[in-house]
């Protein structure tokens, strides 16, 4: 897994012994996506709502540190089964959040995928700081999807 930090973005990706498809599902349908996303004890998702087309919104929601909820939620930007998925990101942990922009993108080659998610748009170096969790959640993709 590789990771790239600029002062608005980052970009994180990965190799998935997967097909797109089925990471893209695993990405798009609510009840896959909260069996993956998310550490008991840690953060863990409970509970998304999705309404999948571009200018749909989505939802997820569950548990973070120390017991407390979260709730995430968002746009889709871009829907192109089963290469591309992009989708505002608004948490609710984070005050000085300001609405950015997650992007996957997804290229398969003999049933394996490369992953490359971007996240971009944040608004200070601080509110990027605050999201360094991707490795993690594409780490969880990747168990999911392989499993």
């Known amino acids: 897994m ?16 997967a ?27 409970t509970h998304m709502e999705s309404d999948l087309r571009a ?5 997820m929601s569950g548990t973070g540190m120390g017991g407390k909820p979260f709730k995430v939620q968002g746009v889709y930007r871009s829907i192109e089964p089963p290469r591309v998925l992009a989708f505002t ?7 000085e959040a300001t609405e950015t922009l997650v992007r996957f993108d997804l ?19 601080g509110s990027r700081t605050r999201h360094q969790g991707w490795p993690q959640i594409l780490s969880w993709l990747k168990g999911y999807a392989e499993g």
């Open 19 to 45: 097909s797109a498809e089925r990471i893209f599902a695993a990405l798009t349908d609510p009840a896959q996506r909260v069996k993956w996303w998310g550490l008991k004890g840690r953060f863990e998702t």
């Open 89 to 95: 990101w608004l948490p609710d942990w984070d005050e």
């Open 2 to 17: 590789s990771s790239t930090n600029t002062i608005d973005a980052i970009v994180v990706e990965t190799t998935i012994n």
């Open 107 to 125: 290229q398969e080659r003999d049933g394996v995928t490369t992953v490359r998610l971007t996240h971009s748009g944040f608004a200070s170096e």
């Open 55 to 59: 200018g749909g919104c989505w939802m």
